[in-house]
């Protein structure tokens, strides 16, 4: 990207293979063809993700553009607790689902010629708060079934039980072959490590 590149600016020519952890910290130092490379691996998946959200290729772009510039900007904030790719995909979904939120406080409204001669003022439906509320729910749902994969065999199977059959207690207890007061106890710990997992 011509925009990450600067002819007064000095490159440390790293080599393609060049790990990830090595090029932010080339970058925090001011090597903005490091910080281009990255964007050049990960900037797609950012895209796609970003596109999920906006539903729309220009809005996508704008958004994916913002997205840049704040990465950028923040480049020093990144701690390396996440892979980088993870952190930029972060950014690049909170600056999309802003993006839905500032086009919702701005209700849109077309002009139509009413039997040919006069103005009609009609508001068009903004769809941005039920694309946000969707992928906010998908996107929980899929941390859910992670964090219920992650539990261990017994603490699964009670939950997985209970999830797709829709069942009192006492069908889990039947069903997973064990006692009613074993199948709440259970119940009970997969909850306390779900709620945990999804704090």
Known sequence: MDTCRSQDQISLRLPP????ERLVAVAKLGDRSAFAE??????????????QITKNRADAEDVIQEAWMKAFTHLNNFDGRAKFSTWLSRIAIN???????RRR????????FN???TWQIRDIADQAKDVEEQYVTSE????????ICRLSPQLRAVVEIQQSK??????????AGISISATKSRLLRARTILRRALA
């Open 17 to 20: 293979a060049t790990s990830d």
């Open 38 to 51: 990255l964007w050049k691996r990960h900037s797609r998946t950012a895209f796609k993700k970003v596109y």
């Open 95 to 101: 600056t999309a689902l802003m993006a839905l939120r």
């Open 105 to 112: 406080s701005r209700p849109e409204a077309s002009m139509e």
């Open 115 to 117: 039997d040919g001669e």
């Open 140 to 147: 929980s749902v899929k941390r859910l079934k992670r964090a």
């Open 166 to 175: 829709d069942v009192q207690v006492k069908e889990v207890a039947e069903l």
